[in-house]
């Protein structure tokens, strides 16, 4: 079975080396696993949160996204997409608003952290306090749930906003779950509830000063600083007063560390030694600033493309959208029906499976044959098939072509050899035994489009 990850990108401030290493690397060696379908989004609606500079804001995205593409994203291979080219995600979002306990939003961290400082300081407790700060688990709910994400991999400090979600979706489920199951004919839950993962093992690289490398302490060394800069800033690296020729322990070098991240376990090694034969810190930052520059220096010349490319980089970001929005349009329109919000012309199974039945109208079905491919049928009204979909490797790839007859079915389907359907000559499953001919298909597609409109 294919696992599906999901992972935020925040879009703000530079990303550097502690970057690099503590998350953009190891996330993205995780996406090449296989039997994994990853998502990888820049989170540009939180970070409205944070800042409030315009400016600010579209360059940090346009700097995170190229980062990221830099380092080794395959947009091929994963989902890449902006946040906010997502509509379905603010519409999840005010459906869970909906359902979302007020006492949960009050426990989150970053509202109770908030409220704190303000009584710590004798200001009203909301003082500063925005709704988007006090809103934000519904939001990273929304993200998650809308692609039903199996995984999130998170620090510990987020723990608690994947818990929120888990919350907030079983809520839903169980408020809306019936009504869904009538509206979709589908057994099980309309929103997947995600597991956190925790990675151990997640580096942490020391900064400037020896404490974690972060941009509150100032101690950062941007990833993509130019060699000059780079150096002077390893130069600057904290060291202690041991000299030439005086042994010194690695493994309580904050610059061996630094090194180690960047540098195969041969190489490490053989610092290692140079260590206890007491090479001189001078020699030991030279040595650091080329092994540095030595992994950078491609993925810096392919930032500056991509950052000088910006038509390319939104080429890549919409293709992810488009992509992402496979999954999230029929979804968004199952939880509409489920929730009461569907068009006047179809009686709302909402008001319970009798009413689901005299609807009448035609809908897909997914489901899993027992050798473990993913397929679809499209029935009429009375529950009768029309249409037989092929097999597909995973339920996103079914997802994707219903999508696809949504949108273009009533216009490009046509029937081809032995009763096969085809849409624009790709093959896309058979007609059923009774069916006069693809008519009956498209105009099936038609009604459920104009229920719509």
Not at 328 to 353: H, I, K
């Amino acid at each position: 079975m294919t696992t599906r990850v999901l992972t935020g990108i925040t879009t703000t401030g530079t990303p550097h080396l502690g970057n690099y290493a503590g998350a953009i690397r190891p996330a993205i060696a995780a996406s090449r696993v296989e039997g994994v379908e990853s998502f990888f989004f820049l989170a540009d609606y939180h970070a409205l949160i944070k800042a409030d500079d315009p400016v600010r804001v579209a360059r940090s995205r346009q700097e995170i996204a190229a980062t990221w593409l830099a380092c080794g994203l395959d947009p091929k291979r994963v989902v890449f997409y902006r946040q906010s080219d997502i509509p379905e995600i603010p519409q999840l979002s005010w459906l869970l608003t909906c359902v979302a306990a007020k006492g949960l939003l009050n426990r989150a961290h970053a509202y109770k952290a908030a409220v704190d400082r303000n009584a710590g300081t004798g200001e009203d407790a909301d003082a500063g306090v925005t709704a988007g700060l006090y809103m934000y688990p519904v939001l990273m709910a929304a993200d998650i749930l809308a692609f039903g994400a199996h995984k999130v991999p998170v620090g510990r400090d987020q723990i608690q906003h994947i818990e929120m979600a888990r919350d907030i979706g079983q809520r839903f489920n169980h408020l809306y779950g019936d009504s869904w199951r009538a509206v979709t004919g589908k057994a099980g839950e309309p929103l997947v509830l995600p597991e956190v993962t925790i990675d151990e093992q997640v580096a942490t690289l020391p900064g400037l000063d020896g404490r974690k490398m972060s941009k509150s302490y100032d101690n950062t060394i941007p990833l993509f600083a130019p060699p000059a800069e780079l150096k002077k800033l390893v130069m600057s690296i904290v060291t202690d007063s041991r000299a030439p020729g005086e042994p010194k322990d690695a493994d309580d070098s904050n610059l061996f560390q630094l090194y180690q991240a960047f540098s195969t376990p041969e190489q490490a090694a053989e610092m290692r030694h140079a260590f206890a034969e007491g090479i001189g810190w001078g020699d030991a930052k030279q040595r650091m600033f080329a092994r540095i520059e030595d992994a950078v220096a491609p993925m810096r010349e392919q930032y500056q493309l991509l950052i000088a490319r910006p038509a390319e980089l939104e080429e890549i970001l919409l293709d992810g959208a488009r992509r992402a929005r496979d999954l999230t349009v029929p979804l968004l329109d199952e939880l509409r029906q489920a929730v009461g919000l569907g068009a006047f012309t179809a009686a709302q199974a909402a008001a319970g499976p009798a009413r689901a039945q005299a609807q009448k109208l035609p809908q897909f079905k997914q489901y899993r044959e027992a050798d473990g491919r993913f397929l679809f049928k499209l029935v009429d009204g009375e529950g009768s098939l029309l249409l037989q979909g092929d097999g597909h490797a995973s339920p996103r790839e079914a997802g994707q072509l219903i999508a696809r007859l949504r949108r273009e079915g009533a216009d490009a389907l046509h029937e081809m050899e032995q009763r096969a359907v085809g849409l624009l000559g790709e093959r896309v499953g058979t007609l059923a035994d009774g069916v006069a001919g693809v008519d009956a298909v498209i105009e099936a597609l038609r009604v459920m489009n104009a229920t719509e409109e």
